[in-house]
Each structure stands twice: as C-alpha cells, then as structure tokens.
C-alpha cells in the first residue's frame, strides 16, 4: 500500500520558515519524482516546486529564491524549505510522486495558515 504522509504545516507570522516534509512508503521512492504542490481556498491546486530522481529542481516563479526543495532517498523522504513566508503562500500543501507509465500518487495535504 502506497503512502504519502505530509508534515509540518502551521501558523506562522509573515517572513517566518516553515520546513515541510513528505515521508513516502510502499514505492521505490528513489525512482519517482517528486512534487509539492499548493490548493488556496477557491484556487486550483497549482505546482510549487519538483525534484526528479537524479536530483534537478525547479520552482514555480511565485516562490522562485524563497522555497527550496530537496530530497533524502535514504529516507524515503521529500522537503520543502520555505522562507519569508507570505499571507498569499497560505495554502494546503501536497506531496506527489510521479512515474512514468501514469504511476501517481498524493498525500492527504497539510495546511499552511501565513497570517499576523
């Protein structure tokens, strides 16, 4: 049984960190790319940052040099640093694991709350 399982989203003050991380099981975790993505109420979910298996990043320009996405294959494990946090980064945040052939999977999201 594949597992997504999401962790350490909270409330947090404008221009504070927050670090999330994404704990897979059940998948050969190192061969997938991985993906956190962002759902705001009344938005659709959209992409905020992927990694692949060999390591290559990008980030979605609304976060491009504040949120920064790593991986730890050892640990069947995925991160997201985000800094200088913003009310507009508030949001429900999933982790995603891609394989070619249509594999995918989701976490069940953790929330976000940027907010003085």
């Known amino acids: 049984q594949v597992q997504l399982v999401e962790s350490g989203g909270g409330l947090v003050q404008p221009g504070e960190s927050l670090r999330l991380s994404c704990a897979g099981s059940?998948?050969?975790?190192?061969?997938?790319?991985m993906r956190w993505y962002r759902q705001a109420p009344g938005k659709q979910r959209e992409l905020v940052a992927s990694?692949?298996?060999?390591?290559?990043?990008a980030v979605a320009d609304s976060v491009k040099g504040r949120f920064y996405i790593s991986r730890d294959n050892a640990k069947n494990s995925m991160y997201l640093q985000m800094n200088s946090l913003k009310p507009d980064d508030t949001a429900v945040y999933y982790c995603?694991?891609?394989?070619?052939?249509?594999?995918?999977?989701w976490g069940q999201g953790t929330q976000v709350t940027v907010s003085s």
């Open positions: 990694i692949t298996s060999g390591g290559s990043t």
């Open positions: 995603n694991a891609f394989y070619r052939g249509g594999n995918e999977y």
């Open positions: 059940g998948i050969i975790f190192s061969i997938y790319t």
